[in-house]
């Protein structure tokens, strides 16, 4: 091990006992091996915390780790030393955050997430360790740039949208905050997908982040967990005379972890992110390869690899369904297993609930719960309902949608093929859930049937919401709107049942990735105005809020935005090859593709625009200069998503080359929007469409991130916007369309949008346009699944609410023009919404949600 030169301001590991020492590289040390030389038991000291202490360390990665000396280094040599470096940097912090974990056996959360939208690591892990400064200046005396450097990391494939990108910001907190966490996941081979755009239409191309290493995980394959699949049971009696049930499996394949650190800001604390991939048990049959079948010689490889191959597998097809639960139970049952053999020899399972808190991000881990019973009660030999008691009092629930199509579903047949023992568990669940409601609701079983985990309509199906709902200590909804929704529509028996297991934690966003790091201009006003300690407090952005009326500041905090969107204008030229015009409105909509967020509403109020100017309506000189930004991926069996792109595409393709209107308004869609982008682009919109219909939105992120960097929001009263628009105030909050109650009603009375077209001249103009071929070179049928579904269907009333909508946007449009009182309400969102930070998100966690987690 290497004794590095001792820096003070970094902690050293000093473990107790070789023992401990061993325990912390996976060895396992018999008394025969008596550790002699110090330097084994010794404490491992970071590098020289210098210019030159950077530049001895980056150079023994760069000679020794990548073979290469520096004139005949790549690009890619310099940047894999480069974050071996920092790495470097951290190594000592987390074997000592591990040390103490280790010795003090505290709570801990595990927090289990199909997906982390995680972005760049360099600039996170520069951050956390203060070595921004002497990287730069390490580097540029050897003749290298950061920013290049920079530039060639490429961004992990390891998540989606919201849901994982809030998994991501909420291990940035608990880190931060030095919580003891760990946080499970998929180490997707190919992430979801990297969007291409063909003719318009969105095409998918693997995402092969991995294809240059990646220098920021540690492979332990000798904790590797056998993880089973397929088979049946059956009952045996065992030495004591108690029947029970084995699990005689078909076929297995083997999770290998890869450890990722989490280091926290400044506080010298490192948590972990373990992230499983799945081999083959037998990878490669030698004697058929030998035979000359080489495909069937790897059959057993490429097909066990195919669990953590992509993110969210299509599931159209029953093939794709399955490969999806292969995938869940996957990594519960690695996540599990590596917790429960972390724990100390001895160790009292009927205490586990105050060792952990596994928190269920949405419903992909919830099959967790029947696993943990199947270890208690099959491995561990305990009776049923002894491992409820423990396992009920370990898991927390929280859920991320309104929609009931996104709680997940698993056909019975489905379950008794592939997980015929967890199958068997649920249904016993299920048996002690319906009891206790017949107890308490006796003579309803229309109640009974309706809170059942196993549905009988329209096909038998396990209800994994329901699963979690009677399983969890705590159930909560991610804002305040969507909490009410969940205990009143979604989960309304349930809560009646137990009310005390429902609460509201409204989420937040990290301020160091997306205040500090990707506004650093922002970031540094700020710190020169109300001091550094907002990184860690984001309320005392409150302090910023008499600045408002300062003249000055208005100005400098104008300059820094206008310099955020030459440096956007920048970025994508660089990356796409799109021409940004200077001195328009950004008006952004960057998001998942998905119906209910209404991208189509957008649409619309562009292509109303649009026919305004050519027909005439309008004048150039009544319109305020506008470029509209999307940024979406679509799910690639979501038809009318795709669909929705094509005619973004399509439309934005006829203003951009129409000479009559292109310099008041263009319309850009940059493929592949991902972290990376965002960091550039948040900083420089001036506008946040958060336009989802009023009731289906759980919360959203990405208003937060908007208005924290100076955006003012267009949006409805769904998710958080209910509670940005509070904080904020309307005055600096442009609030259109219905409420939920009056959607409800809408919708209840027969909600037809055919005569909502006929009655509103603009809307019909806008649609008759798309629907003449205008945007399709003359071809009138290319959008009409578009137009018919507008129309006919409409579900999530894009229509209903676009006379609100367009009326909004004329207030904009004025509120714009008067740059004074735009700016003072840009200054008062960032200033009142310090409330939105995933620290106070966790830390409602901690009191309400994982009770007894502790800071270390």
């Known amino acids: ?42 404490p491992v000291q970071s590098p020289q915390h210098t210019v030159d202490g950077f530049v001895k360390q980056f150079f023994q990665e760069l000679n020794m780790g990548q073979g290469v000396t520096l004139p005949r280094a790549t690009v890619n040599d310099q940047y894999l030393a480069l974050a071996r470096t920092v790495r470097n940097y951290l190594m000592a912090r987390w074997l000592e955050s591990t040390r103490r974990i280790l010795e003090q056996r505290p709570k801990m959360v595990g927090y289990l997430s199909a997906e982390y939208l995680l972005g760049r690591q360099l600039d996170n892990a520069l951050l956390a360790t203060n070595l921004e400064q002497i990287a730069e200046e390490a580097l540029a005396s050897c003749g290298i740039s950061l920013d290049t450097l ?4 490429v961004e992990p494939g390891l998540g989606n949208g919201g849901l994982g990108r809030l998994a991501a910001c909420f291990i940035d907190s608990l880190a931060t905050m030095r919580v003891p966490s760990i946080g499970y996941g998929i180490r997707y081979e190919y992430g979801i997908f990297r969007q291409t755009f063909v003719d318009g239409a969105q095409v998918e191309q693997p995402d092969t982040w991995l294809s240059l290493g990646n220098p920021w995980e540690f492979p332990h394959p000798e904790r590797s967990v056998q993880v089973d699949f397929g088979g049946h049971t059956e009952k045996y009696v065992d030495d004591k005379g ?46 058929i390869f030998n035979s000359g079948d080489y495909a069937e010689a790897v059959r057993a490889q490429t097909f066990a690899e195919n669990i953590t191959k992509v993110l969210y597998p299509e599931d159209s097809t029953p093939q794709g369904k399955e490969l999806r639960l292969q995938q869940q139970y996957f990594f519960v049952a690695c996540s599990i297993r590596d917790f429960l053999d972390r724990l100390e020899d001895g160790f009292d399972l009927h205490k586990l609930p105050e060792r952990i808190s596994f928190q269920l991000n949405d419903t992909h881990p919830v099959i967790a719960i029947p696993e943990l019973m199947r270890v208690l009660v099959d491995e561990q030999e305990m009776e049923f309902d002894e491992a409820w008691e423990i396992a009920s009092g370990c898991f927390n629930y929280t859920c991320h949608t309104l929609l009931p199509e996104a709680l997940e579903t698993w056909p019975v047949e489905l379950m008794w093929r592939l997980l015929p023992r967890h199958m068997e568990i649920i249904d016993q669940i299920n048996i002690g859930m319906c009891a206790q409601i017949r107890e308490q609701f006796p003579a309803d079983e229309m109640r009974v049937r309706q809170m059942s985990i196993i549905s ?54 990290t301020p160091r990735r997306f205040i500090r790091l990707a506004n650093p201009r922002l970031s540094g006003l700020i710190t020169d105005t109300i001091g550094v300690g907002w990184l860690t407090d984001l309320e005392q952005l409150r302090e910023l809020e008499p600045f408002a009326e300062d003249e000055d500041f208005r100005a400098a905090f104008r300059d820094i935005k206008t310099a955020n969107k030459r440096d956007f204008a920048e970025v994508l030229r660089r990356r796409d090859g799109i021409v940004l015009p200077q001195g328009h409105m950004l008006d952004c909509m960057v998001k998942r593709l998905h ?122 009263d769904d998710g958080a916007n209910v509670e940005i628009r509070q904080l904020v105030g309307d005055d600096n909050f442009f609030l259109f369309g219905m409420t939920e109650p ?53 579900r999530f009333m894009a229509l209903a609410d676009y006379a609100s909508y367009l009326e909004v946007q004329d207030r904009i449009d004025k509120k714009y023009a008067d740059v004074e009182a735009w700016t003072k ?18 830390r409602e966690y901690i009191s309400r949600i994982w009770g007894g987690v502790q800071v270390v």
């Not at 920079?150 to 990391?153: I, K, L, M, S, Y």
């Open 825 to 842: 309400s840009a200054i008062l969102n960032v200033a009142r919404c310090g409330y939105f930070s995933s620290d106070r998100a966790m």
């Open 242 to 287: 108690i029947e029970r049930t084995r699990w005689l499996p078909s076929w297995n394949v083997i999770g290998v972890p890869y450890n990722y650190m989490v280091p926290g800001y400044a506080n010298g604390w490192v948590n972990t992110l373990r992230l499983w991939s799945a081999q083959a048990t037998k990878a490669f049959d030698l004697a």
């Open 1 to 42: 091990m290497t004794n590095f030169v001792n820096d003070a301001s970094m902690p050293a590991v000093r473990p107790d006992t070789p023992g401990d020492e061993a325990q912390l590289m996976g060895l396992r040390l018999g008394p025969e091996f008596a550790v002699k030389n110090p330097l084994a038991v010794g």
């Open 742 to 794: 009056e959607a409800e009603a809408l919708l209840a009375k027969g909600y037809q949008p055919s005569a909502i077209y006929e009655s509103n001249p603009d809307l019909k103009a806008a649609i008759d346009l798309i629907a003449s071929g205008a945007f399709s070179n003359g071809d009138a049928s290319s959008h009409e699944p578009i137009v018919s579904n507008l129309l006919y269907q409409d």
């Open 150 to 153: 920079r530039a060639q990391e």
């Open 456 to 509: 009988d309509y329209p096909s038998r199906a396990v209800r994994m919401a329901h699963l979690a709902a009677y399983a969890a200590r705590k159930i909560n909804g991610v804002a305040e709107l969507h909490s009410q929704l969940l205990r009143d529509k979604v989960l309304p028996n349930f809560a009646e049942m137990w009310p005390d297991r429902f609460t509201n934690v409204t989420n937040g966003v």
């Open 595 to 716: 119906e209910y967020k209404r991208q189509s509403l957008n649409l619309l109020h562009i292509v109303t625009m649009y026919e305004r100017l050519i027909s005439g309506k309008v004048t150039k000189a009544q319109v305020t200069p506008r470029t509209f930004v999307f940024g979406a991926k679509a799910a690639p069996g979501y038809y009318m998503a795709k669909e929705t792109i094509r005619l973004i595409n399509c439309v934005g393709c006829v203003i951009n080359e129409d000479k009559r209107v292109n310099d008041v308004m263009r319309v850009i869609f940059p493929p592949n929007y991902n972290v990376t982008l965002a960091e550039h682009l948040i900083p420089a919109a001036d506008l946040s469409e958060q336009i989802s219909l009023a009731g289906k939105e759980a919360s959203g992120t990405g208003n937060m991130k908007f208005a924290l960097n100076g955006a003012l929001t267009v949006g409805t």
